[in-house]
C-alpha cells in the first residue's frame, strides 16, 4: 500500500509541476526515480517533522501540492501544533502520508503505535482522513487527490495486503462504498479492518445470517447519507477499527447517529483497541488477536447484537 501510495506521488508529479514531495528520514532509495528526474521537487529533510510541516504549508501558499510522508506517530503526534496552526487553520492543499497506521509497528512498541491517528486528526477542522483497505483503492484514492482543496490525512497499512476492493466501486471522497448489501446486520469498517468484515460476513452467510459491509474509506468528511439510509434497515451494526475506541470509526458513527437518529445508537457494538498505552510486543496479527480485533469477535459480537 505504501509503495502504490508513493508511485501514485511519482505519477502525479509527471502531469502536474505542482506536486512536491518532502519526506523525513526515509530509506535512500524511496521515489529514487522521482529524485533524479525531478530533484528540484524532491526534499529529504532528515528527522524534522515539525519544520517539513511548516516547509509544506510554505511550498502550498506559493501554489504547489506538497505530499509528505513519514511514520504515522511522527507526523501526528510530535508535530499536531504545526498540523493544526500552518496546514488547518489557513486551510492548506497539503496530503499526509502516514506509515504504519494502526499497530503496524507492533515489534517497536507504544512509541511507534498508531492507535490516536485518527482522532487527533478529524478533530481538526478542514482536515480530511481517508484509511484504504488495499493497494488498489489506494491507486484510485491517490489519483482523485490532485485538485482536492483541503489538507488530507492518509492512513497506511503495512503492505501486501490482501487485496478486496473492485474497480467497479471507484472512489469518491466522503462516500463510503456498500461491499456486501445488508441484511439483519451491518459491518461498518475502515481501513485493512474492511478485510475482516467481509471475512465475518462470509462465516455469518455460511450460517444462513445475512450481513453486509459498509466500507468507509473516508472517516472525514462521514458519508452520512449512505448512513442514515442504512441503520435503519438492519437490526444490529457492528463497527471495526484498527484504532481506540475513542474519536475514531466507531466513535464517528454514535456522533452521527446521536446528533441525528439518536433510536438507532443502540442497535451499534464498537470493536477496536482498549483506553490503554500497549503493555505488549510482538506482531500486528497477536496485538489485534490480544485485543479481540478478530474474525471470530466480529461475528460472535453480531450475533450478540442479533440476540443469536
Sequence with gaps: MRKKALDSVYELAKVDDRVIFLGSDLGPDVLINMKKE????????????????????????????????????????????????????QDLPVRLIANG?????APLGPTHL????????????????????DADEMKRFMLSTLNFPHPIYIRLAKGGDKVVSEEKFGFEMGKAILMREQGDGL?????????????????????????????????????EIQLAKLLPLVKAVVTVEEH???????????????????????????IGIPDQFAKQY??????????????QNLISSMKNKLNL
Design 38 to 89: 525531478m530533484p528540484e521537487r524532491f526534499f529529504m529533510e532528515g528527522v524534522s517533522e515539525q519544520h517539513i510541516i511548516g516547509m509544506a504549508a510554505g511550498l502550498a501558499m506559493e501554489g504547489f501540492i506538497p505530499y509528505v510522508n513519514t511514520i504515522a506517530t511522527f507526523i501526528t503526534r510530535r508535530c499536531y501544533e504545526q498540523v493544526a496552526l500552518d496546514l488547518c487553520l
Design 101 to 105: 497506521g494502526g499497530v503496524v509497528y
Design 114 to 133: 498508531a492507535v490516536e491517528d485518527i482522532a487527533i486528526m478529524r478533530a481538526l477542522p478542514n482536515m480530511a482522513v481517508v484509511a484504504p483497505c
Design 187 to 223: 459491518f461498518i469498517s475502515t481501513g485493512v479492518m474492511t478485510q475482516l468484515a467481509l471475512e465475518a460476513a462470509e462465516k455469518l452467510r455460511e450460517e444462513g445470517i445475512i450481513c453486509g459491509v459498509l466500507h468507509i474509506h473516508t472517516i472525514k468528511p462521514l458519508d
Design 244 to 270: 481506540t475506541r475513542i474519536g475514531g470509526l466507531g466513535s464517528a458513527v454514535l456522533e452521527f447517529t446521536n446528533d441525528t437518529m439518536p433510536e438507532q445508537s443502540l442497535k451499534i457494538k464498537r
Design 282 to 295: 510482538g506482531s500486528q496479527e497477536s496485538l489485534l488477536n490480544h485485543w479481540g480485533i478478530t474474525v
